[in-house]
């Protein structure tokens, strides 16, 4: 067993799988209308999304979150330097569905977006 190796623990659950650490790896969009780039579901408890947007030189788009298909009052900007916001929710449901969309807003590049949903509960 290598040195790195460290067995997770019984009922530790782990959050998500990594991400394309390359923000030009990410999901992207370069459509001017709403687009799904990424999707979870989570099931009851509180949850923390740790999201992260970025966009082609000269391009700007936005992000939005929806969840069960109902678009929260969260949404973010896109541009060339890559922004990160915290989302925390409770969610109720036995099987929740998250989706985050975009879109581009001006430019001709891509808006990507990389996100991590961990549970606090």
Known sequence: MSEFYRPVPAGLALSEPFAPARPADWPGTES????????????????????????????TGRVRLLVDGE??????????????????LDVEGDLTEIVLEGLRQSGSGSVRVAAFVLPLS
């Open 71 to 88: 678009w929260l009052a969260t949404e973010l900007g896109a541009s060339e330097d890559v922004s990160r916001e915290v989302v925390e």
């Open 32 to 59: 001017r209308r709403w687009e799904p780039l990424l999707r979870a579901f989570v099931t009851p408890g509180e949850v923390r999304l740790i999201i992260e947007t970025v966009a082609g030189p000269g391009t």
